[in-house]
């Protein structure tokens, strides 16, 4: 099977590996895995901050002639700018017939993706389950947070006046 890479050029002021040092790893996992190298494709930015190297490697998937390929990344993180972009890209590229495999990260990028979605989903829950407490907290007249100056929270969760503190909000 015949292996192509990808790599991203790190932009300017973040931390990542040079090409050159995923090239170097790339070349290693071919070694031991016993893939031939194809291509390699490498995301650099331009003058205008536009990368082409995935529209390049989505260009030499869609030729015919390509034969059976694996496409080699760093990381599932690499691929993309951000997370829902890196998803976007891996099934994009395994829609194209490619395999995709990383040389660290999650052996399996789709139940990673699933877990991620659980987790918002999760989060988006328990937030709206939230609003809904203090929206019947509200409705009930109950004290939201912190009493303002020259109030207590009552035995009825009721706001109460504080008398000493009281005479100063009235001086106000």
Not at 86 to 105: D, I
Not at 108 to 137: C, F, I, N, Y
């Amino acid at each position: 099977m015949r292996a192509i890479g990808y790599f991203r050029e790190p932009g300017h002021g973040s931390r990542g590996d040079s090409v050159a040092n995923q090239n170097k790893a790339f070349l290693t996992f071919c070694d031991e895995h016993g893939y031939d190298v194809a291509v390699t494709f490498v995301e650099t930015a331009d003058g205008d901050g536009h990368r082409s190297g995935f529209r390049q490697l989505v260009d030499y998937l869609r030729r015919s002639d390509r034969g059976f390929v694996v496409v080699v990344a760093p990381s599932l993180d690499l691929i993309g700018g951000s997370r829902e972009e890196a998803f976007r890209r891996y099934f994009q590229l395994e829609g194209l017939g490619a395999q995709v495999t990383f040389l660290s990260g999650p052996t399996d990028p789709t139940a990673e993706l699933v877990q991620s979605w659980s987790d918002e989903t999760h989060s988006t829950k328990l937030g709206e389950r939230v609003r809904q407490a203090m929206r019947r907290k509200a409705v009930r007249g109950e004290v939201l947070g912190r009493p303002p100056y020259g109030y207590k929270v009552g035995l009825r969760r009721r706001l109460e006046l504080v008398a000493e503190e009281a005479v100063v909000v009235r001086h106000i």
